[in-house]
Structure formats: structure tokens, C-alpha cells
């Protein structure tokens, strides 16, 4: 069976520290591969998503960055975190597209402080 | 771009009342539209999807119906329980592109 797994759960961090979130799936090859934020009274902002190793779209602007190294690898990073970063991340992913559900990793809950 | 518009919550209702929660999308081609449901202290998951016009989801006893003309896919539920409180997610998949689109998410909050 298909699974995601995302860590780490929580993480507390420094102003200007640097920031890697990761991401992996198991049981699918070649899965549409997504960040979100989640913010308090927000709902879900797509930050990026990939359809393929190497291939990333940027959603909005911003402090971070997204890279996949591996077909079922999904990394959110920043050299310098600000105050502003802090909230809620989601990694989801989908089997290819036209897929019937998305399937999302437990979160990271990031404070910046 | 695409998007996804829900409406504004929180939705505070008494137990056995009618639910709607309405949602609107602007997308470029035909996506694929999702309700996903987050619980207290829970991931997403998936509730209802509908994956052409006029397509009905169904599940829990929530339906919803793909309308191409109003480009609306409004979540209704004849009566609803305590234990449906939750965050509702609207979403829409973009086929040309593989984007996973969300709204910002409605409050539902169910009194006995």
C-alpha cells in the first residue's frame, strides 16, 4: 500500500537559520508531488508542486525552496527562515494526473522564533 | 490562474439541520473537483469527488454535483451530526497541469 512520510513532526527554529523539511512516498512510482502551508484562518496555500524529479513549480513568492532528487522525494529548504515562515506544512501527493485522491503526510508544525 | 472560493466560515448549526457549503472554481480546461475533510487534530482525507459536468459525489451521506454552467460544486448534507464538525476543503485538479488547487477551508461546527 501507498504511504507518505514527512518529518520531522515539530520543529522550533531560530530567525536567519536554515530549514529542510522532508518528504518521501512509498508504494507508487512517478507521483505528482505537492507543499502546502497551512496558516491559522487561511486554509491551504499550494507553496510548489512537481510532476517529475527535477521539475518544480513555484506557486507564490517567497523565503523558501522545493527540490526533488528522487522520484519519491519531496524537500522544502530555506537558508534564512523569518517569522513569517512559521505554520503548518503538508506534503501531499497524487498518482499522475486526472488521480481520485490525494493522500497527505501527517504535517509539520514549524515555529520560528 | 486557477482557483478555488469557499464560503466564509465558521458554519455553527444545530444537530439534524440541512447543510450547504458553497464552492466556486475559475480553471482553465475540465479539472477534476474534490471535498476533503480535515477533523480535530486529524490529517485531510479525502470525502466526495466528481471528476466530469454533472458527475454526483457522494459519501457519508454529504453529496455534492459538478455544475460546468455555474462552475460550482456546493457540498450538502440533509442532516448533520455532531461528529461532522470539522474543516471542509474544496479542491479542483487542474488535468493540463497537475496542480492540487485548495480553498480556504470552511469551519463546520455541529451543537447537539
Known amino acids: 500500500s501507498q504511504t507518505i512520510h514527512q518529518w520531522p513532526a515539530t520543529l522550533v527554529q531560530p530567525v536567519g537559520s536554515p530549514l529542510s523539511l522532508e518528504c518521501t512516498v512509498e508504494?507508487?512510482?512517478?507521483?505528482?508531488l505537492y507543499w502546502y502551508r497551512q496558516a491559522a484562518g487561511r486554509g491551504l496555500q499550494l507553496l510548489f508542486y512537481?510532476?517529475?524529479?527535477?521539475?518544480i513549480s513555484s506557486e507564490v513568492p517567497q523565503n523558501l525552496s522545493a527540490s526533488r532528487p528522487q522520484d519519491r522525494q519531496f524537500i522544502l529548504s530555506s537558508k534564512k527562515l523569518l517569522l513569517s515562515d512559521s505554520g503548518f506544512y503538508l506534503c501531499?501527493?497524487?498518482?499522475?494526473?486526472?488521480?481520485?485522491?490525494?493522500?497527505f503526510g501527517q504535517g509539520t508544525r514549524l515555529t520560528v522564533v | 490562474g486557477d482557483s478555488v472560493t469557499q464560503m466564509e466560515g465558521p458554519v455553527t448549526l444545530s444537530e439534524e439541520a440541512f447543510l450547504t457549503i458553497n464552492c466556486t472554481y475559475t480553471?482553465?480546461?475540465?479539472?477534476?473537483l474534490f471535498w476533503y475533510v480535515q477533523y480535530p487534530g486529524e490529517g485531510l482525507q479525502l470525502l466526495l469527488k466528481?471528476?466530469?459536468?454533472?458527475d454526483k459525489g457522494s459519501n457519508k451521506g454529504f453529496e455534492a454535483t459538478y455544475r460546468k454552467e455555474t462552475t460550482s460544486f456546493h457540498l450538502e448534507k440533509g442532516s448533520v451530526q455532531v461528529s461532522d464538525s470539522a474543516v471542509y476543503f474544496c479542491?479542483?485538479?487542474?488535468?493540463?497541469?497537475?496542480?492540487?488547487?485548495f480553498g480556504q477551508g470552511t469551519t463546520l461546527q455541529v451543537k447537539p
Open positions: 501531499a501527493w497524487l498518482k499522475g494526473t486526472f488521480s481520485t485522491e490525494a493522500f
Open positions: 508504494g507508487t512510482s512517478n507521483p505528482n
Open positions: 512537481s510532476v517529475g524529479i527535477g521539475q
Open positions: 480553471a482553465t480546461g475540465y479539472p477534476s
Open positions: 466528481a471528476t466530469k459536468a454533472d
Open positions: 479542491a479542483l485538479e487542474s488535468g493540463n497541469t497537475g496542480k492540487l488547487i
